[in-house]
């Protein structure tokens, strides 16, 4: 059964000053992930991305549709126990130190000391935070917030996890390390489901994405599954060759081009595929490697969203 069900969900804000319009930020949307996956929220801004979440967090009330967390409604208050929640632009208070703000919230949770103050000094290292861990908030960059904004949201060792844009602020190092706590927590079997622009980091660690534009989804699948299916053509890596087949080799193939003692080869279809590997077979040259050509999320990203 999925861990978080989303069905037709619709959101409709009213804008304007005399006469109010609606306008939709969501639009019939229906997901579904499952439990231990990590799961991409596409979108450009104004997608209706930060909307689902905060109707999942029970935030925002949708116009129409259901959403389900744990086999449980959005607003109930034992589901909210067991998950973890970082918003797009936290804000915490000011004059707390880390440790401060996360037992705080820790014992929101109903934990104690000094299990606690175990759990605190653990996440701290976890996030990178360990020598700041006495500093005030004030006085953190954006990307020292966004550090402590998910310690916070897995203090309470949640069965699924919900980060609005988590990369935000971060430089690459910093991203990096988000990457891998976000892949920790799938090791441990947690389900983490994060919104970003961030495609790179998107591409590294994601099962599945769901690409939403102008609050429709316009495609959700595993990433090799919606890549695959737009194979440009393939690379051929060929070492062996002779300078007499040259000739021979570059009219079996679309491009050619050296690479020290290898040839890097391209071709854009299946059938001059097959007949460039039978070639390579019968004059015994040797044979490096076949990659299909296939856009980037990035560059599909761009696509799904002008279509």
Same mark, same amino acid.
């Given at each position: 059964?999925?861990?978080?069900?989303?069905?037709?969900?619709?959101?409709?804000?009213?804008?304007?000053?005399?006469?109010?319009?609606?306008?939709?930020?969501?639009?019939?949307?229906?997901?579904?992930?499952?439990?231990?996956?990590?799961?991409?929220?596409?979108?450009?801004?104004?997608?209706?991305?930060?909307?689902?979440?905060?109707? #999942?967090?029970?935030?925002?009330?949708?116009?129409?549709?259901?959403?389900?967390?744990?086999?449980?409604?959005?607003?109930?208050?034992?589901?909210?126990?067991?998950?973890?929640?970082?918003?797009?632009?936290?804000?915490?208070?000011?004059?707390?130190?880390?440790?401060?703000?996360?037992?705080?919230?820790?014992?929101?949770?109903?934990?104690?000391?000094?299990?606690?103050?175990?759990?605190?000094?653990?996440?701290?290292?976890?996030?990178?935070?360990?020598?700041?861990?006495?500093?005030?908030?004030?006085?953190?960059?954006?990307?020292?917030?966004?550090?402590?904004?998910?310690?916070?949201?897995?203090?309470?060792?949640?069965?699924?996890?919900?980060?609005?844009?988590?990369?935000?602020?971060?430089?690459?190092?910093?991203?990096?390390?988000?990457?891998?706590?976000?892949?920790?927590?799938?090791?441990?079997?947690?389900?983490?489901?994060?919104?970003?622009?961030?495609?790179?980091?998107?591409?590294?660690?994601?099962?599945?994405?769901?690409?939403?534009?102008?609050?429709?989804?316009?495609?959700?699948?595993?990433?090799?599954?919606?890549?695959?299916?737009?194979?440009?053509?393939?690379?051929?890596?060929?070492?062996?060759?002779?300078?007499?087949? #040259?000739?021979?080799?570059?009219?079996?193939?679309?491009?050619?081009?050296?690479?020290?003692?290898?040839?890097?080869?391209?071709?854009?279809?299946?059938?001059?595929?097959?007949?460039?590997?039978?070639?390579?077979?019968?004059?015994?040259?040797?044979?490096?490697?076949?990659?299909?050509?296939?856009?980037?999320?990035?560059?599909?990203?761009?696509?799904?969203?002008?279509?």
């Amino acid at each position: 059964m999925p861990i978080i069900e989303i069905e037709n969900l619709t959101k409709d804000f009213s804008v304007g000053f005399w006469k109010k319009r609606p306008v939709r930020a969501l639009d019939n949307l229906s997901l579904q992930i499952h439990k231990g996956e990590i799961f991409g929220f596409l979108g450009p801004n104004g997608a209706g991305k930060s909307t689902t979440l905060k109707i #999942l967090m029970h935030l925002l009330h949708p116009t129409s549709g259901t959403a389900r967390i744990l086999g449980k409604p959005v607003d109930s208050v034992s589901m909210h126990q067991t998950i973890g929640y970082l918003p797009e632009n936290p804000y915490f208070y000011d004059y707390l130190t880390p440790k401060e703000l996360l037992t705080y919230v820790g014992r929101l949770f109903g934990m104690r000391p000094p299990s606690l103050s175990q759990k605190v000094d653990a996440l701290l290292e976890n996030v990178g935070l360990a020598q700041a861990g006495s500093l005030q908030l004030r006085k953190f960059s954006k990307g020292m917030v966004q550090r402590i904004g998910i310690a916070q949201a897995i203090i309470n060792d949640p069965e699924i996890v919900f980060l609005d844009e988590p990369m935000s602020g971060l430089d690459p190092l910093g991203r990096r390390e988000v990457r891998q706590i976000i892949t920790s927590l799938k090791a441990k079997g947690v389900t983490v489901f994060f919104s970003s622009h961030i495609l790179h980091d998107v591409e590294a660690i994601c099962d599945r994405v769901a690409i939403l534009n102008k609050g429709k989804l316009q495609e959700m699948g595993a990433l090799e599954e919606i890549l695959k299916v737009r194979i440009q053509g393939f690379e051929v890596i060929l070492s062996g060759w002779t300078a007499e087949l #040259l000739d021979a080799i570059r009219e079996k193939c679309d491009e050619a081009g050296s690479m020290g003692d290898r040839l890097r080869l391209r071709v854009n279809s299946r059938e001059k595929l097959d007949g460039l590997i039978s070639f390579i077979f019968a004059r015994k040259l040797e044979l490096i490697s076949i990659n299909p050509i296939r856009p980037s999320l990035e560059e599909h990203f761009q696509t799904v969203i002008i279509r």
